[in-house]
């Protein structure tokens, strides 16, 4: 029973120190690093002391070497030797990380050693106070400025504190002594406190890191399935070509565009905008997307104010309680004609090919309210119709394009938008596209996207 239970105990305290003591390799290799790179400035520094008070205890003494000064020079001299082996040590590692994950003995392992022997020559002259006080600075601080593990630290430091024990005894009685040795528990017990915050940190990083690329997947993945859902092979009909650009502010859009058609006649386009950004909303467009076409084609006999007011009941039955809504224009080719039905969307603007004229199109004075899928307000959306003669244009964009902002927080607006518009009719359809974008770029200069963001350009042939 006896043998069982130091069994048990040997597991337990085995287990304990896997899994606090004993620190990843990942974790390791980057704390080494940030030790040699700590220690290339402290033993320089302390390289510097010793040469500086090793030149003044010699010029005191006309440069004689005697009884007298040996201790003190030794001391300073003990600096050098220290930032001798440890600097190369750490510039060597440094100019060659890719070495650093096979060094056993770490600089500052060594350092830890040299830096408390030379403390220990103090002790063997006087004051010795004044070195135990050095002592109890260095020991503290060391653990919280580098990675030391316990198992370097606490051994080398209570060999320190075991070694000057008697010389505290001597000169200042057992009680000092008593306290020395409950100061050595107390420091070692914070350094394994230490070093296993540490472990739990980087513990946490590595989880978070992890969630992170794990999310990162997901939103790659979703935006591959989203841009094959919304993938439009064809753009050239038989009366009227079209260009469009989408490009998401994260990975998902929750903007999304339609092209219905039969064979090479075109019957209609839509553009819409989903509230919010990321997964939920481009879920969000995958949904909505399949009620938008089937009430459209469902719907080709009725008038497209009353599709649209279907799509919204629609939309508000499917989506229950996701509080997503969405703005858009419905777009629906009757010979020449080109009617369109808008819920809170921002108008198109209209490019007259025999005026060579571009402008917005202008409210047409119904009232217009609400927009698609906001559970208990009322919506009211307004129709409009407009002939297109050959070279005629239609460009219908989303408001990522317009309140794009640059350093100083200015919107690109629907001027700027206007204006890129009429410098670039002229060119071919994709060539508009990519040059209003260039010109949307150019503005915001290095201000991430702030929306999602969708132009489309319908020309009547």
């Given at each position: 029973m006896k043998n069982k239970s130091i069994t048990k105990l040997t597991k337990y305290l085995l287990e304990w120190i896997k899994s606090n003591l004993i620190a990843p390799r990942e974790l390791k290799i980057k704390r080494i690093k940030r030790n040699n790179h700590y220690l290339l400035f402290f033993s320089a520094a302390f390289g510097l002391f010793g040469l500086t008070f090793s030149f003044v205890t010699l010029l005191k003494n006309d440069f004689k070497f005697n009884k007298d000064i040996w201790f003190e020079f030794n001391y300073y001299a003990s600096y050098i030797f220290m930032a001798g082996i440890i600097f190369p040590w750490c510039f060597y590692l440094n100019r060659h990380p890719e070495k650093i994950a096979l060094k056993v003995i770490q600089p500052i392992h060594f350092?830890?050693?040299a830096f408390l022997t030379s403390i220990f020559l103090v002790f063997q002259h006087q004051p010795t106070l004044n070195a135990y006080i050095i002592l109890v600075c260095v020991t503290v601080l060391l653990?919280?400025?580098?990675?030391?593990?316990?198992?370097?630290?606490?051994?080398?430091?209570?060999?320190?504190?075991?070694?000057?024990?008697?010389?505290?005894?001597t000169?200042?009685?057992t009680g000092t002594m008593i306290n020395n040795f409950l100061y050595l528990i107390v420091l070692n017990i914070l350094a394994v406190n230490r070093w296993r915050s540490v472990i739990r940190d980087f513990n946490h990083e590595q989880k978070l890191e992890e969630n992170i690329k794990n999310i990162k997947n997901e939103i790659a993945l979703a935006s591959q399935v989203q841009k094959t859902f919304f993938k439009h092979n064809n753009t050239n009909f038989k009366d009227w070509a079209i260009a469009h650009y989408n490009k998401p502010m994260t990975g998902v859009?929750?903007?999304?565009?339609?092209?219905?058609?039969?064979?090479?006649?075109?019957?209609?386009?839509?553009?819409?905008?989903?509230?919010?950004?990321?997964?939920?909303?481009?879920?969000?467009?995958?949904?909505?997307?399949?009620?938008?076409?089937?009430?459209?084609?469902?719907?080709?006999?009725?008038?497209?104010?009353?599709?649209?007011?279907?799509?919204?009941?629609?939309?508000?039955?499917e989506k229950g309680d996701v509080e997503n809504y969405l703005?858009?224009?419905?777009?629906?080719?009757?010979?020449d004609k080109v009617n369109f039905v808008t819920a809170a969307h921002s108008l198109p603007i209209l490019y007259r090919a025999m005026e060579d004229k571009v402008s917005y199109i202008e409210p047409n004075g119904q009232k217009s309210y609400g927009a698609i899928g906001m559970k208990n307000v009322p919506s009211k959306f307004a129709e409009y119709s407009i002939t297109m003669n050959k070279g005629d244009e239609l460009i219908f964009f989303t408001d990522g394009i317009t309140d794009a902002t640059n350093e100083v927080n200015n919107s690109f607006g629907k001027e700027r938008l206007l204006k890129s518009a009429m410098r670039n009719v002229i060119r071919p359809l994709s060539t508009q596209i990519d040059c209003i974008i260039s010109d949307v770029k150019t503005f915001s200069a290095n201000v991430p996207q702030n929306d999602d963001i969708t132009l489309i350009i319908l020309e009547k042939k």
């Open positions: 350092g830890l050693i653990p919280i400025a580098f990675f030391i593990e316990p198992v370097i630290y606490d051994p080398v430091v209570t060999i320190m504190l075991v070694a000057i024990s008697p010389k505290i005894h000169l200042f009685g859009s929750g903007d999304f565009f339609d092209i219905y058609s039969h064979d090479d006649e075109l019957e209609g386009i839509g553009i819409f905008d989903v509230s919010g950004h990321g997964i939920a909303s481009g879920l969000v467009t995958m949904l909505v997307k399949n009620i938008i076409n089937n009430e459209f084609q469902e719907g080709k006999k009725d008038d497209l104010l009353i599709v649209l007011e279907r799509i919204n009941q629609s939309v508000l039955e703005t858009g224009i419905l777009v629906r080719i009757d010979g």
